[in-house]
């Protein structure tokens, strides 16, 4: 079964930047959408980005567009989310999400479509 790693997050100021990986092992990515979700305290847990293995569609949240970009690996394995810009606002636990490909995938990515999940990695945007 495939299991999900994140790593990279921290501490940072606000208008800087933090890179997370999401490692997977158990499985090829080759047949999953990965997807970026985010949970701050106090509020539900909510899509940030998405990507399909095969066709390289993207999706982002619109609180996010034109600051972070999600990305595929040269190892098959990999999937990143770069963050740049970043707002207080921004704070939150960062979870990787796998989802079997299907139809439409991407194109919507609620965290109840998505059956694997990583530990989450902390992301703390402050002054």
């Known amino acids: 079964q495939l299991q999900l790693v994140e790593s990279g997050g921290g501490l940072v100021q606000p208008g800087g930047s933090l890179r997370l990986s999401c490692a997977a092992s158990?499985?090829?990515?080759?047949?999953?959408?990965i997807a970026w979700f985010r949970q701050a305290p106090g509020k539900e847990r909510e899509g940030v980005s998405c990507?399909?293995?095969?066709?390289?569609?993207?999706n982002y949240a619109d609180s996010v567009k034109g600051r972070f970009t999600i990305s595929r690996g040269d190892a098959k394995n990999m999937v990143y989310l770069q963050m740049n810009s970043l707002k207080p606002e921004d704070t939150a636990v960062y979870y990787c999400?796998?989802?079997?490909?299907?139809?439409?995938?991407?194109?919507?990515?609620?965290?109840?479509?998505?059956?694997?999940w990583g530990q989450g990695t902390q992301v703390t945007v402050s002054s």
């Open positions: 999400a796998a989802q079997r490909l299907r139809p439409g995938s991407c194109g919507a990515f609620g965290a109840t479509d998505f059956g694997s």
């Open positions: 158990g499985d090829t990515l080759d047949y999953y959408a």
């Open positions: 990507i399909t293995s095969r066709s390289g569609r993207t």
